[in-house]
T-cell receptor, first 113, second 114 residues
Framework: DAKTTQPPSMDCAEGRAANLPCNHSTISGNEYVYWYRQIHSQGPQYIIHGLKNNETNEMASLIITEDRKSSTLILPHATLRDTAVYYCIVRVAGLGNTGKLIFGQGTTLQVKP | EPEVTQTPSHQVTQMGQEVILRCVPISNHLYFYWYRQILGQKVEFLVSFYNNEISEKSEIFDDQFSVERPDGSNFTLKIRSTKLEDSAMYFC????????????FGQGTRLTVV
């Protein structure tokens, strides 16, 4: 699975959009971009994933560049409860793959009042 | 909403003792995983399990570790002879397929080896 690079930490004001970048320059054509987050020491929580098109769900939006070498997770109106470590993970999602996730260090997002 | 359930939430054990960590995955899921997170470090993959056998394991998952799905609902991780360095949060996860789906994680078991 391709390696990802994320900034170690970011701050965001409550109510503002949080934009978390991820670089995955060695991504392959059959690899998806997944985002998870971990609040304090709880279990990781799935946020969103995509292949090449931008995606949006009730939690966030995922913007993937046309060359797929980077992506941005957008939390449109960050709240204090969004303070967490955010992980960008690239993985193959197909038969023959075990489905394991390889976590990096992630980005610690601190939402401030 | 269905969830992955792990018990106990916290386990304290003496070095050299055997521990069994328990997980109840989401009922229609087919793929099961264990991960661990040593305090202050990143989440690490241990093992994946499908069709009643291990499908992949990491270097961490040595002979001291074993997994089992003893019935249709439970998924267990056994550590035969615990070491101090086994102290960590252990997370169970499950997913319905390995194609384009997300994994659901439990809240974890904090294992403390003294």
């Amino acid at each position: 699975d391709a390696k990802t690079t994320q900034p170690p930490s970011m701050d965001c004001a409550e109510g503002r959009a949080a934009n978390l970048p991820c670089n995955h320059s060695t991504i392959s054509g059959n690899e998806y971009v997944y985002w998870y987050r971990q609040i304090h020491s709880q279990g990781p929580q799935y946020i969103i994933h995509g292949l090449k098109n931008n995606e949006t769900n009730e939690m966030a939006s995922l913007i993937i560049t046309e060359d797929r070498k980077s992506s941005t997770l957008i939390l449109p109106h960050a709240t204090l409860r969004d303070t967490a470590v955010y992980y960008c993970i690239v993985r193959v999602a197909g038969l023959g793959n075990t489905g394991k996730l390889i976590f990096g260090q992630g980005t610690t997002l601190q939402v401030k009042p | 909403e269905p969830e992955v359930t792990q018990t106990p939430s916290h386990q304290v054990t003496q070095m050299g003792q055997e521990v069994i960590l328990r997980c109840v995955p989401i009922s229609n899921h087919l793929y099961f995983y264990w991960y661990r997170q040593i305090l202050g470090q990143k989440v690490e993959f241990l093992v994946s399990f499908y069709n009643n056998e291990i499908s992949e394991k990491s270097e961490i998952f040595d002979d001291q570790f074993s997994v089992e799905r003893p019935d249709g609902s439970n998924f267990t991780l056994k550590i035969r002879s615990t070491k101090l360095e086994d102290s960590a949060m252990y997370f169970c996860a499950s997913r319905p397929t390995v194609t384009n789906t997300e994994a659901f994680f439990g809240q974890g078991t904090r294992l403390t080896v003294v």
